[in-house]
Nanobody, 115 residues
Framework: QVQLVESGGGLVQPGGSLRLSCAAS????????LGWYRQAPGKERELVAV???????NYADSVKGRFTISRDNAKNTVYLQMDGLKSEDTAVYYC?????????WGQGTQVTVSS
């Protein structure tokens, strides 16, 4: 089992920044890819960004150039730096971990972009 605990969500004005963190614990040896997904009201959950154990990132087109994903393998933590936030980025953001075995999800953290 892997446990994921997210933090860093909140309310921010358009153009502002937030940094999300997700700490993984448990059977983390089985995890190779960490990432972030989001789900807005009335919409399906979608990929935001993922990063491999070696540090190779992949981003959704909608966030390229604005969001940066990184990971600290020593701390078993993945980060999402979100800059230039837009109202359409408003959603619940979920941490995701996958590798050998099940896919794991965090509990979600709300990000609201509004003036």
């Amino acid at each position: 089992q892997v446990q994921l605990v997210e933090s860093g969500g909140g309310l921010v004005q358009p153009g502002g920044s937030l940094r999300l963190s997700c700490a993984a614990s448990g059977s983390i040896f089985s995890i190779s890819i960490l990432g972030w997904y989001r789900q807005a009201p009335g919409k399906e959950r979608e990929l935001v960004a993922v990063i491999t154990r070696g540090g190779r990132p992949n981003y959704a087109d909608s966030v390229k150039g604005r969001f940066t994903i990184s990971r600290d393998n020593a701390k078993n933590t993945v980060y999402l730096q979100m800059d230039g936030l837009k109202s359409e980025d408003t959603a619940v953001y979920y941490c995701n971990a996958r590798g050998i075995g099940p896919v794991y999800w965090g509990q979600g953290t709300q990000v609201t972009v509004s003036s």
